[in-house]
């Protein structure tokens, strides 16, 4: 089973990775042997403490500044993670935020567009960007980062950016349709409420101990509790499962 579970040598890209389950799934990405890209865009302190604790531990990685919401930037994003670490073999769309709450009221076009372009179509455009290699190669695979509010609609609020999760839950699974043939690999992860920057920015401790009486198992999940779930799909044991979103809730969500 370790075996499997083996990344010796598999290029991933990471975006959105320079905290919370992103930085968690690149260290341990590069603990299985992976060599790494974490992409970043604000957070050049955290996705360059998070290379460096890698490279510490032996690992390879680079660390690239890209904004995912711009097609120019996913395009260099690949490029130079090709041209540094060679072809990508796992991708791991991880990259999104709520942005900001707001009621129904206060939608903007503006707004929705730009967390519909964050969440939902810098994933398309980055599975877009390195899905051709990984068909030539004929093996590869794609990790979505959805969310439970996909599934709930989302706390108060965050009705945009639940239905971009929604929808990329959607897309995930037309993506491994399109993709499986080929031997690429595509599947999503929806944590529920993790222990991150995320809700250090967008809940309150109220609110915070609200979701947490909703919880079975009665405590915030981890990063890293997510990035197993996400190396374990990316990796050779889950080799038979396509299309699927993994849910990492603690239970708050059974389906």
């Known amino acids: 089973m370790a075996d499997s579970l083996d990344l010796s040598g598999k290029v991933a890209l990471i975006t959105g ?15 299985l042997g992976a060599p790494v890209a974490i992409g970043y865009h604000r ?12 490279a510490k531990a032996g690992g390879t990685v680079i660390a690239i500044e890209a904004d995912v919401r711009q097609p120019a930037d996913i395009d260099r994003l690949v490029r130079e993670t090709t041209s540094a670490l060679g072809s990508i073999d796992i991708l791991v769309n991880n990259a999104g935020s709520l942005v900001e709450r707001f009621a129904l009221a206060e939608a903007t076009e503006a707004k929705l567009d ?17 899905a051709p290699s990984m068909i030539a190669k004929k093996a590869g695979a794609i990790v979505n980062v959805v969310s439970i509010a996909g599934h709930t609609g989302g706390g108060p609020g965050a009705g945009a ?9 959607a897309y995930t699974k037309s993506m491994a349709k399109e993709l499986a043939p080929h031997g690429v690999r595509v599947n999503g992860i929806a944590p529920g409420v993790i222990d991150t920057p995320f809700h250090e920015v967008f809940s309150t401790p109220a609110m915070i101990k609200a979701f947490i009486a909703q919880i079975p198992i009665g405590r915030l999940g981890t990063s890293m509790e997510c990035a197993r779930v996400i190396a374990f799909l990316a990796s050779p044991a889950a080799s038979y499962i396509v299309g699927e ?5 603690g239970g708050q969500l059974m389906r």
């Open 161 to 169: 950016y639940a239905a971009a999760k929604a929808a990329l839950t």
């Open 17 to 31: 990775a320079s905290s919370g389950i992103g930085a968690a799934t690149a260290e341990l990405f590069a603990s």
């Open 245 to 249: 979103t993994v849910e990492v809730n």
């Open 114 to 130: 730009e967390i519909f372009a964050l969440n939902l179509n810098s994933a398309v455009l980055a599975a877009k960007a390195v």
């Open 43 to 54: 957070n050049k302190k955290g996705a360059e403490a998070t290379r460096d604790r890698i």
